[in-house]
């Protein structure tokens, strides 16, 4: 089950890149959440992390740039693309590596939880119980 799951992320991945190429501003989106979701899927193999960190900077890289251009929209993916990045590296016993990124997750998601607690704020939450599990 999971090497076919793997195949249709990695089909997914394919077309939003293809559709990407010639519309990136409606299709980035597209692009970054199939990253992100091969990555937590590859994640789960331990021969294929470097594959998996990969996406999920690709992802990052492209969540950071829709953020920037309009945050009210992509900054909730974008903590979300933080946080994956910060549990993989925990994961993966590099906490040193996963404290930048659980720590901009929780700036955004404060922010975030200000502006709607009743959405935001169980993320927030989690975020911050990730950073004290780091700080042991």
């Known amino acids: 089950p999971l090497q076919e799951e793997k195949k249709y992320f990695r089909k997914a991945l394919k077309i939003?890149?293809?559709l990407a190429a010639t519309t990136p501003a409606i299709y980035n989106?597209?692009?970054a959440n199939v990253l992100?979701?091969?990555?937590?899927?590859?994640?789960?193999?331990t021969e294929r992390l470097q594959?998996?960190?990969?996406?999920?900077?690709?992802?990052?890289?492209?969540?950071?740039?829709?953020?920037?251009?309009?945050?009210?929209?992509y900054n909730p993916d974008l903590a979300m693309n933080l946080s994956n990045l910060a549990i993989f590296?925990?994961?993966?016993?590099?906490?040193?590596?996963?404290?930048?990124?659980v720590k901009e997750a929780i700036e955004i998601?404060?922010?975030?939880?200000q502006i709607a607690p009743k959405i935001f704020n169980k993320d927030y939450e989690e975020?911050?119980?990730?950073?004290?599990?780091?700080?042991?």
């Open 16 to 18: 939003s890149r293809q």
């Open 29 to 31: 989106p597209d692009v």
């Open 36 to 45: 992100n979701n091969l990555a937590n899927l590859v994640r789960k193999d």
């Open 51 to 73: 594959e998996a960190e990969e996406h999920y900077w690709e992802a990052l890289k492209i969540r950071r740039q829709l953020a920037a251009d309009n945050p009210a929209i």
């Open 89 to 101: 590296y925990d994961k993966n016993n590099q906490r040193d590596k996963a404290l930048p990124y």
């Open 109 to 113: 998601y404060h922010e975030l939880a």
């Open 127 to 136: 975020v911050k119980e990730l950073l004290r599990q780091l700080n042991k």
